[in-house]
């Protein structure tokens, strides 16, 4: 995926020691993505996705992710 690939790339010219945030659209919105960008390669990221996809919090609750908005975000 090319995508990766752009991003290994940032990886390899930051030190480890700098905190890297990836800002992206719902073109990067898939989980394997989201996975890899934290994981391996341990940046933070903001990616905006589609109000209509499910997220499952730490306890296991599925719900829309426009359900977990705050009621000034969901405007």
């Known amino acids: 995926m090319i995508k990766m690939r752009y991003l290994v790339k940032l990886r390899e010219v930051f030190p480890q020691d700098i905190r890297v945030t990836v ?8 989980t394997a993505l989201f996975d890899f ?35 000034s975000s969901k405007n």
């Open 23 to 30: 800002m992206a659209d719902r073109g990067f919105g898939d």
């Open 37 to 71: 960008i934290q994981h391996e390669l341990h940046f933070d990221f903001i990616i905006r996705i589609k109000s209509s996809i499910k997220v499952t919090d730490a306890s296991g609750a599925l719900l829309p992710i426009k359900e977990w908005l705050l009621p």
